[in-house]
């Protein structure tokens, strides 16, 4: 058990009440979005940003501010003002990118720009945090940085195909660099550091296992995106055997000690959720690759509408939600915690939801799919709004409108 219970400061307070508005936006542009009715592009590209650039790039970037800062507040590396200055403008840039892109009002190149700046600003200023810590290099640390790198190329990448009809390969290959490597090497960072900690109490030296880990699922990345890039299904291929090896490593040495931590009680059912579609969301990937390379899929018409459903929504919301989920309740382990009766019955809802959606669509059955939408959309309500009090609750433990000293 952690002996200390962290706060968060304003700027962190703020990337994550931000993240969590951009979640609730998300769900309901995919309500919106019916079932059997049509989908324009531009309501499909809201609902996509939203989740993926809104709610988990904000959402990982407070995580990380908390992670850096972690456990002192006393020594200058927690934010000050200019650091809360870049948390708002960090929010303010991501959605007006995400609404721009929304709306189609002939902005989004620019304002593609201004989040890119604004997360690289951020970025560095989380560089520069770290060097001041001297603190000892661990595991979620280094996969931190990592996913961090992914989340800067795939936002230039993004930026640069905004709003340009010409780049249209260019955006695909910024939705693969942001979709299931940045989001594996963010939630296999989180969930580590939620574990260790928060929930064990102790911090791991970067060691050669932890190493291989992280070094894997990066080379894993840079298969996926350079077979992606050049259209080559050998280095394509090449991505499923790193990423599965990463991830197996990754459960073989914090799932057991997640799991021999009574998993089950209040958000440790969110890391769970995630160790267990981690799995799962590696199966079918190695699924999709393989079938394409028998040129079962020779396109991607070709691959069940079902299947990328699944493989969409566990990749986003049963991977990345979890796991920024699942770290803001660890931080109030040990604590009075009015959001935790809420974790089980959501992270339920959120794995059936998934699956009934998925029946649905597999079965044509409008019923089903709608039933599962419900449920899936329902429960990530649930799981905001506990989230919410969360935020606000750390956000009180550290004094609501304290700041520190440190620029």
Known sequence: MADRQPSLHVGEAVLMAGSLVMLVASGAVGLRLGVGSPTSSATLHLHVHAGALGWMTLG??????????????????????????????????????????????????????????????????????????????TEPVLGMAAALILLVAGTALGAG??????????????????????????????????????LVGTSHELGTVELVQVG?????????????????????????????????????????????????RAGRSWLATCCVLLAAEAGLFAHVVFEIARQRYVSIDLVPPWLLFVLDHLTFVGIGTAALFGALAAMTEGAPDPGQWSDAPAASGVVLGIGLTAAGISMASQVAEAVGASLLGLSLLVAAVAAAVRVAHLWAADGWLTLSGSA
Do not use: K
């Open 60 to 137: 990982v970037l407070g995580v990380a501010s908390v992670m850096v800062g972690w456990p002192t507040d006393t020594d200058g590396t927690r934010r000050g003002w200019l650091g809360v200055l870049l948390s708002i403008l960090t929010v303010v840039a991501v959605t007006g990118f995400v609404v721009e892109d929304g709306l189609g009002a002939g902005l989004v190149a620019w304002s593609g720009a201004a989040a890119l700046a604004a997360i690289v600003a951020d970025v560095v200023w989380l560089v520069a945090r770290w060097g001041r810590s001297g603190r000892v290099l």
């Open 216 to 264: 894997l699922l990066v080379l894993g990345a840079a298969a996926l995106f350079a077979g992606f890039a050049a259209n080559n299904l050998a280095l394509t291929e090449a991505n499923v055997p790193l990423q599965v090896g990463g991830i197996a490593i990754f459960l073989w040495r914090v799932g057991r000690r997640l799991f021999d931590t009574s998993w089950y």
């Open 161 to 198: 195909a905004a709003g340009n009809a010409a780049t249209g390969e260019l955006g695909s290959t910024h939705a693969v660099v942001l979709s299931f490597p940045f989001v594996l090497l963010a939630a296999t960072s989180i969930v580590e550091w939620s574990v260790d900690a928060r």
